[in-house]
């Protein structure tokens, strides 16, 4: 077993940058995270790595460490579940296919919300890639900013509120593999699967004790219990979840930069937690100042 390093502060484990759906460069969030006062942040762009060279080439400048991670996108049935993924080989073959899948269904879903939205609205496909850089992993925020520039809506959370809520009729899944695949896939890459924002629904669709069960089985190293958007109602059941299960508490602000009104380091992860994810990494390494 790798010896984990010394872990002196608290660290936020779910930000985005500009490789997916955040609003600022992967160099400019460390230097956000240093102006925070962070120990660490987990960079987890939605099913990209891409972002990891930038921001480890600015951990020895900002003092920040970086944990490099992804925020796969996985879903059971109709319902989108997110599953961080810290400290993954970035080159596993199978976590790769699955996120080039993922990755491509994205563009054709967009695509058709894109042109589903054009029936009745001035949006088009290149107002979309206009919000994008190259590489991006597309996703509704961008619609939105187009929708915003447009200026059919003032902001991103209005464009979610609105056209782009699924009883407008605009919308459109795109392809996700199951939970249970993307823990075996993640840990299978050497990486640590934590379940993200899983009280964002209330206490009352907190995922069932059965299906946490075999995820747990599987390797679910944690809940992201602390996290804005969970609700106050869903956390004591998720603690007590986490208490049955041997699970992991972990705090995060999921960061977008401008792009949602979560702050940086709002909420964050002891360093203890942080010191017994790294531990369990097989696939990468912190990158340290
Ligand atoms: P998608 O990946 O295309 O399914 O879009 C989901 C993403 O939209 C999430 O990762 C969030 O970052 C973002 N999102 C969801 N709701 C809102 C909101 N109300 N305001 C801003 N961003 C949002
Ligand atoms: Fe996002
Ligand atoms: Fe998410
Ligand atoms: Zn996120």
Redesign the pocket.
Same mark, same amino acid.
């Given at each position: 077993m790798s010896e984990a390093p010394a872990v002196i502060g608290d660290a936020d484990l779910h930000t985005?940058s500009t490789v997916? #759906?955040g609003t600022e460069a992967p160099a400019v969030l460390m230097a956000q995270a240093a102006a925070a006062g962070l120990w660490g942040i987990a960079l987890t762009d $939605?099913d990209s790595t891409a972002g990891w060279a930038e921001a480890a080439a600015a951990v020895p400048a900002t003092g920040v460490a970086l944990i490099p991670g992804m925020?796969l &996108?996985t879903r059971e049935g109709f319902m &989108?579940v997110?599953m961080l993924a810290y400290l993954i080989d970035p080159s596993d073959e199978r976590l790769l296919a699955e996120t080039t899948r993922i990755r491509e269904s994205?563009v054709t879903? @967009?695509e058709e919300i894109v042109r589903r939205i054009g029936r009745d609205y001035d949006l088009s496909w290149d107002d979309v890639l206009a919000q994008t850089v190259e590489g991006t /992993?597309?996703?509704?925020?961008?619609? @939105?900013d187009a929708l915003v520039a447009r200026g059919h809506v003032s /902001?991103? &959370?209005a @464009?979610? @509120?609105g056209i782009?809520h699924p009883r407008a009729g605009y919308a459109e899944? $795109?392809y996700a593999p199951d939970p249970l695949t993307g823990v075996r896939l993640i840990r299978a890459a050497g990486g640590v699967p934590v379940l993200a924002h899983p009280g964002t629904r209330g206490a009352e669709r907190v995922i069932p004790p059965d299906r946490l069960a075999r995820l747990a089985e599987a390797g679910l190293f944690g809940l992201e219990v602390d996290h804005p958007e969970n609700r106050a109602d869903a956390k004591p059941r998720l603690r007590a979840l986490a208490q049955q299960y041997g699970l992991e508490i972990t705090g995060s602000s #999921?960061y977008?930069g401008a792009?949602?009104?979560n702050r940086l380091a709002e909420c964050t992860t002891p360093s203890a937690v942080v010191e017994r994810l790294i531990a369990e990494g097989r696939g990468s390494t912190p990158v340290l100042p």
């Amino acid at each position: 077993m790798s010896e984990a390093p010394a872990v002196i502060g608290d660290a936020d484990l779910h930000t985005h940058s500009t490789v997916s #759906d955040g609003t600022e460069a992967p160099a400019v969030l460390m230097a956000q995270a240093a102006a925070a006062g962070l120990w660490g942040i987990a960079l987890t762009d $939605h099913d990209s790595t891409a972002g990891w060279a930038e921001a480890a080439a600015a951990v020895p400048a900002t003092g920040v460490a970086l944990i490099p991670g992804m925020e796969l &996108s996985t879903r059971e049935g109709f319902m &989108s579940v997110h599953m961080l993924a810290y400290l993954i080989d970035p080159s596993d073959e199978r976590l790769l296919a699955e996120t080039t899948r993922i990755r491509e269904s994205r563009v054709t879903r @967009a695509e058709e919300i894109v042109r589903r939205i054009g029936r009745d609205y001035d949006l088009s496909w290149d107002d979309v890639l206009a919000q994008t850089v190259e590489g991006t /992993t597309i996703g509704r925020p961008h619609i @939105a900013d187009a929708l915003v520039a447009r200026g059919h809506v003032s /902001t991103r &959370s209005a @464009a979610f @509120a609105g056209i782009l809520h699924p009883r407008a009729g605009y919308a459109e899944p $795109h392809y996700a593999p199951d939970p249970l695949t993307g823990v075996r896939l993640i840990r299978a890459a050497g990486g640590v699967p934590v379940l993200a924002h899983p009280g964002t629904r209330g206490a009352e669709r907190v995922i069932p004790p059965d299906r946490l069960a075999r995820l747990a089985e599987a390797g679910l190293f944690g809940l992201e219990v602390d996290h804005p958007e969970n609700r106050a109602d869903a956390k004591p059941r998720l603690r007590a979840l986490a208490q049955q299960y041997g699970l992991e508490i972990t705090g995060s602000s #999921d960061y977008h930069g401008a792009g949602k009104p979560n702050r940086l380091a709002e909420c964050t992860t002891p360093s203890a937690v942080v010191e017994r994810l790294i531990a369990e990494g097989r696939g990468s390494t912190p990158v340290l100042p």
